[in-house]
Each structure stands twice: as C-alpha cells, then as structure tokens.
C-alpha cells in the first residue's frame, strides 16, 4: 500500500492564494456588474426635488461632466418630475466659483425660477454632497428626491443616500462626459475601490 505525498507547503499556499484570488476576481466582476447595471437605467418618477451632485468647475465655468449633470436635472424638472433643485458642491481647486453656485447659474439661465432652486457650498466630496442635502431638505420640508449623476456614480450615490436617510431614486444623465471605454473604464474602477472604500467606512462608523 503506497502512501500518496502530501503536497509541498508552498504548493498548498499558491492553491490556496489562487483561490482567493478567484474569489476576489468574482466578487468584483459581481461589484462592477452592479455598477454598470444600476448606471444604465433611469428610475425618475415624481419627486419632491432633484439632487445634483456636485463636479468639477474649471474657471467658472462646469467642467464637461458637471454640465452633462446640470443639463439632466434642467429637463427633469422641466418635465415636471420634481419642483425643485438642489445643487451640491463647494470650492473646487480653482477657487473662483462653489460648483453649485455654477450649477444655480446654469438653472437660473434656462428659466428656472431661484425660489425652485437651493444650494450648498461647503460638500467637497460625495458624501458631504448628501449630509448637505439632507440638510437642506428638512429646511425645506422635503421628502423624497431624484439623484442625478454620471452613470457610474450611481450606485455609490445610492448606497450613500440610503444612509443619510433621503429617500431617492437615480437618474442617470444622457449627456455624461464619459462616452467611450477609454474613459468609461478609469471611471469605473474607481467607483469599484469608492464603493468598498464606503463600506468600510460605513463599517467602522468613520468617514
């Protein structure tokens, strides 16, 4: 009776490295798959208000990707999906304008009333884009929003308006900045390490 040899140690470790690397790999294929799933469909349906999330400003001016935001919410509300607009966002690095002071400009110039629209221009990340918002939805006794964003963002934005407490639906913006894979794909791995980064941070209660 012959007796078959275990395997080498550092065999055992590379099997077992291999299948956690597997299991790895699955979980963020699973993770992106969400990300691009929740992106590609739009959830608007009637809304005390419509959030925007803040992006870059470039001299004053909305950088691509915050103009595609800005424009979304304009026809939103124009279709009568909510009454009313928060725009997010504080200084940017160039320090001339809070970006949503932009985006209240941007509003204001295709119509919209300033009484429909409220702004806050302290948040410099996503996060504080919703403790703001909430904010500024209890100031005005509002309830239930509509989230405009890049596609990507979306899922993120969710789970985040989830957690300060706002009752939302997604809207992702027609008009995004980001067209083609070469930067559809930077966009999206970067939300894949952002969404685990708020789950951790959710996890230990810090942020």
Same mark, same amino acid.
């Given at each position: 009776m012959t007796v078959s040899?275990?395997? %080498?140690? $550092?065999?055992?470790a590379v099997r077992a490295l291999g299948r956690v690397l597997a299991v790895v790999l699955?979980?963020?294929?699973?993770?992106?798959?969400?990300i691009v799933y929740i992106g590609s469909h739009d959830y608007a349906e009637k809304a005390d208000v419509i959030i925007v999330l803040g992006a870059a400003v470039r001299r004053g001016e909305p950088s691509p990707a915050f103009a595609g935001r800005i424009r979304h919410s304009i026809e939103l509300w124009k279709q009568g999906l909510a009454p009313k607009l928060i725009f997010t966002g504080g200084l940017g690095h160039?320090? $001339? $304008?809070p970006e949503s002071e932009v985006g209240r400009r941007a509003a204001e110039h295709e119509g919209i009333p300033l009484n429909d629209i409220y702004t806050e221009a302290v948040s410099t990340k996503t996060w504080e884009n919703f403790t703001e918002a909430v904010r500024l939805m209890k100031e005005h006794d509002l309830h239930r929003a509509i989230i405009v964003?890049?596609?990507? %963002? $979306?899922?993120r934005a969710t789970m985040m308006a989830k957690d300060a407490?706002?009752?939302?639906?997604?809207?992702?913006?027609? %008009?995004t900045a980001f067209?083609?894979?070469?930067?559809?794909?930077?966009?999206l791995l970067n939300e894949l390490r952002l969404c685990h980064s708020h789950w951790i941070y959710r996890t230990i209660g810090r942020r």
């Open positions: 040899a275990k395997p %080498h140690p $550092l065999r055992r699955v979980w963020c294929a699973a993770v992106m798959g969400r160039d320090g $001339l $304008l964003s890049d596609p990507y %963002h $979306l899922l407490g706002i009752t939302a639906v997604t809207s992702p913006t027609p %008009h067209q083609t894979w070469r930067t559809k794909i930077p966009f």
